[in-house]
């Protein structure tokens, strides 16, 4: 543990922190002599000390959970949303020692490129014998129907990143290769946007390049594989979806980039091109950016029981109308088993040796390197050449006899399966680990994009440390933290923006994006769950008023008030039979323990929670869509409501101030979509979700709590609370004063076209949204959306409050009240049925929502 012994001694951190090292540190070279580009930080640390460290650390979570950034934890359906975590202590490269680096980055990312186009085309490598067949036929990264697929420009390849880590005689290693859609950019783009939001003097004075110079030719060249359109091509970014581990980077690029986030189910091909399904029709797709594995993205002629790709997908790409970057096929570079090669197929297309050396590395497939990888198993690392779910590194020396003779069994059996690798005892850099400065073993990721003359390389990339002192297994899947890196210059680094440059009277044309079915879909459901949420809470808000007053206990009068009211709240949150017929009668006495499910039981469909987490699953998957007040809020929601085990009980004063509060969170959300989005079709979808479940759940409320009949003072305890659920009894009293009657409250909640919480305010803002969806321009006539809300506001318009307000003695409850109050919701139910067939495409299966992504450990 390298704390600080002694405060008043200057330079004490890093003088401590050279005095525990014992093996090459990024920081110090050898015999502890401290690098000079690292003096910088070295005076920081001493300025800030450990307190401050600390405090600039908290600093950083507190931006990243903000903001949403997260590392997905794979677990089918509930998989867990980890918070990404970031070191505030950045790694630092010169700029000397990045020209090197970079030199030999852009080397490699063109020598994948040509072995890519090589193994799809003439197959020279095989040919001429610099790749054993057996090596590249037998990776499940080789897809077949991708031979003979012409590259449409030189560079395919678009993006290429290379894990590095600095060996014991201080030279930089390649470790392996990504090539399929490699993760981590996005993250990296975060982190430097943390660190120079906790460090900003820091980051100025070092002189660090910024990162947007890497993004801009990204987007340049997605511009310029387009096959057609190439001035102004719709490029898409495809996700598997929001189960995916890195689906916030997903997320969080096409946002920055500008570009449309879809699921496979968006999109389709049609007479050989891929169209995007999209509530205003279909629209061409000319590029499409995937974070999807190879296997998935076409379920006609790759892996048959995907559900996640496009059908016909390849076909399109054979004929020439959609790019993928990068193209399918491409994981078969990421096969370990071609770092043995790639000397001698550097010498034979470039002409020069690798500039970055590969770490040591036998393919078994060949006899005297498998007999060399059997002898001396515990001095390697043992790795299968296919990456698939649960795929790991084995470390001979930790193995056990048996475990040995297994492992050389099944080398032994398939050996062209295995390879070996040297154990590199790779540098450590400083990191704060609980308050303290420890050396952790880091690997730098690399990106590089394609250009016309070559590849550009991300300055710096995604630094990753290991989350234990000398453990080499650095993954953020095993609980690694991340590191900036901070690639530095000579020279004052100039301004580097992601927009282009227009003459001052220049203007450009105004495009909107089209709203993928999907998205609306979620956003729709995104409404309806928030407003269902707040309805539960507001109920369950009151019946917690009442047993903390404790009125029912003082005589009967105050019962049939109770028992009204919970059987409101199962009539509003469809959790049947609840407190409803033979069975409620029981529950009604102690109530609690059902309530308590009706909150906190995320498994029981209708619950506070249940509704809470779809809530949530919604958002997530739009969350490209949500600014970012608006997701903080979503944020804050799900941290409030996850994993809470507090009892609703009697006295539970916490229980009253939580459901305060989420009421208050949930206003807010609604607030801000109000003020914070712009009134395109997103909006448009996700506030007829909201009008369209308010509606609803102030329709169920009134038919489980006015309907019946009741004494009359009971009866103007209900009228009281439900004006109190509706946030409208200030209004009541404003209006009427002292009078409390029936007609006059359903005047007020159910006719008022003024009142936001009105029933026929709702049935208006529905009726404009729906006028507004897109439809066919040359019919006349009025599309089923449009007749169903125009019946049920007609009606309403058309009701009297007194005559509704009737009571029928024979039959015991206000008959007239419930049958007009039924069929509005017969019509509101037959919309929302409409909207969702005619608008939205249907969800996936479970089974395969969030295949575990070869790119695991980012």
């Not at 867990?80 to 700029?95: C, E, G, K, M, N």
């Not at 005892?425 to 609980?434: C, G, I, K, R, Y």
């Not at 017929?581 to 209708?606: C, N, Y």
């Not at 003695?809 to 017969?826: R, S, V």
Request: net charge negative.
């Amino acid at each position: 543990m390298l704390q600080r012994p002694d405060k008043s001694i200057p330079g004490s951190i890093s003088q401590f922190y050279a005095t525990r090292l014992d093996t090459y540190d990024e920081m110090y070279a050898g015999e502890g002599r401290l690098l000079p580009h690292w003096e910088a930080l070295t005076r920081e640390l001493d300025q800030l000390g450990s307190e401050g460290l600390e405090r600039r650390r908290q600093e950083a979570q507190r931006l990243l959970r903000e903001n949403g950034v997260t590392f997905n934890i794979y677990d089918g359906l509930r998989g867990t949303a980890r918070p990404w975590q970031l070191d505030p202590i950045p790694l630092f490269i010169s700029a000397g020692e990045w020209n090197v680096i970079e030199a030999g980055l852009m080397q490699r990312a063109e020598l994948l490129n040509r072995i890519f186009v090589d193994l799809y085309g003439p197959q020279l490598l095989l040919k001429q014998g610099l790749l054993p067949p057996e090596l590249v036929f037998s990776h499940a990264g080789f897809q077949r129907p991708c031979v003979g697929i012409e590259p449409t420009v030189k560079r395919p390849l678009v993006i290429s990143s290379s894990n590095l880590a600095r060996g014991p005689d201080g030279r930089m290693w390649v470790l392996d290769d990504r090539a399929q859609s490699p993760s981590g950019a996005g993250y990296a783009l975060e982190n430097r946007m943390v660190m120079t939001r906790i460090a900003p003097a820091l980051f100025r004075d070092c002189h660090v390049k910024r990162l947007a110079g890497f993004f801009q030719p990204l987007r340049d060249r997605l511009s310029r594989i387009a096959p057609q359109n190439r001035e102004n091509p719709r490029i898409v970014v495809l996700t598997p979806g929001p189960y995916s581990q890195t689906y916030f980077e997903h997320a969080y690029l096409a946002n920055y980039l500008g570009y449309t986030l879809v699921q496979g189910d968006d999109l389709s091909v049609r007479d050989g091109r891929v169209w995007l399904k999209s509530l205003e029709g279909l629209h061409q797709v000319d590029v499409i950016l995937r974070r999807l594995d190879d296997d998935y993205c076409d379920p006609l002629e790759l892996r048959e029981d995907s559900r996640l790709g496009i059908t016909g997908l390849l076909q399109s790409t054979r004929l020439g109308h959609v790019a993928i970057a990068n193209p399918i096929g491409s994981g078969v570079l990421e096969n370990p088993g071609l770092l043995a090669f790639l000397p001698g197929i550097s010498r034979y297309f470039l002409g020069e040796d690798l500039k970055l050396p590969s770490v040591a590395t036998w393919w078994c497939g060949q006899e005297r390197e498998c007999n060399f990888v059997l002898e001396n198993m515990e001095k390697l690392v043992i790795k299968p050449i296919h990456r698939t779910r649960g795929y790991r590194a084995i470390f001979g020396a930790q193995l056990t006899s048996a475990e040995q003779a297994a492992l050389r069994e099944r080398i032994l059996h398939k050996p062209h399966l295995y390879i070996g690798q040297e154990l590199v005892s790779f540098s450590t850099a400083p990191s704060l680990f609980d308050g303290q400065i420890e050396p952790r073993h880091a690997i730098l990721r690399s990106f590089l994009v394609a250009a016309e003359d070559g590849y550009v390389a991300m300055p710096g990339g995604l630094t990753r440390i290991a989350a234990e002192q000398g453990e080499l297994v650095v993954s953020n899947r095993a609980g690694g933290l991340s590191k900036d890196t901070w690639v530095l210059s000579n020279e004052p680094v100039k301004y580097v923006s992601l927009w282009r440059k227009l003459a001052d009277n220049q203007v450009l044309p105004f495009r909107d994006e089209p709203l993928p079915s999907r998205a609306a879909d979620n956003l729709f459901w995104a409404g309806r769950y928030v407003e269902r949420a707040e309805g539960t809470a507001r109920l369950l808000r009151a019946i917690h008023l009442l047993r903390r007053e404790q009125r029912y206990a003082n005589g009967d009068l105050s019962k049939p008030y109770l028992y009204s009211l919970l059987r409101a709240l199962t009539h509003l949150t469809g959790t049947y039979p609840g407190f409803v017929g033979k069975e409620g009668e029981s529950l009604l006495e102690k109530p609690w323990g059902e309530l308590r499910s009706l909150i906190q039981d995320e498994e029981r469909v209708g619950s506070l929670a249940s509704t809470l987490r779809s809530f949530g699953q919604a958002a997530m998957t739009v969350r490209d869509h949500w600014p970012a007040e608006i997701w903080r809020v979503i944020d804050a929601i799900h941290l409030d409501w996850s994993d809470d085990e507090e009892s609703p009980g009697p006295g539970n004063f916490r229980m009253q101030d939580r459901l305060d509060q989420l009421i208050m969170q949930l206003v807010a959300f609604s607030g801000l979509t109000a003020e914070s989005m712009t009134r395109e079709a997103g909006w448009l979808l996700l506030d007829i979700g909201r009008r369209l479940e308010r509606a609803l759940g102030l329709i169920s409320l009134i038919r489980a709590t006015l309907v019946p009949s009741m004494d009359e003072a009971v009866q103007r305890q209900l009228m009281e609370t439900v004006l109190v659920i509706c946030d409208s009894l200030n209004t009541f009293r404003r209006r009427y004063h002292s009078y409390m009657h029936l007609p006059t409250v359903l005047e007020l909640i159910l006719m008022d076209p003024h009142h936001p919480r009105s029933l026929a305010y709702q049935l208006d803002c529905l009726q404009q949204h729906v006028a507004d969806l897109p439809r066919d321009q040359t019919s006349q006539r009025l599309g089923d959306d449009e007749r169903c809300i125009l019946a049920a506001y007609t009606e309403l318009r058309l009701a009297n409050a007194a005559e509704l307000s009737c009571l029928q003695e024979d039959e015991g409850y206000c008959k007239p009240l419930d049958d007009f109050l039924a069929e509005q919701a017969e019509s509101l139910w037959q919309l929302s049925e409409v909207i969702t067939t005619t608008y939205f495409s249907h969800s996936l299966p479970p089974q395969q929502l969030a295949p575990q992504h070869q790119d695991e450990d980012v």
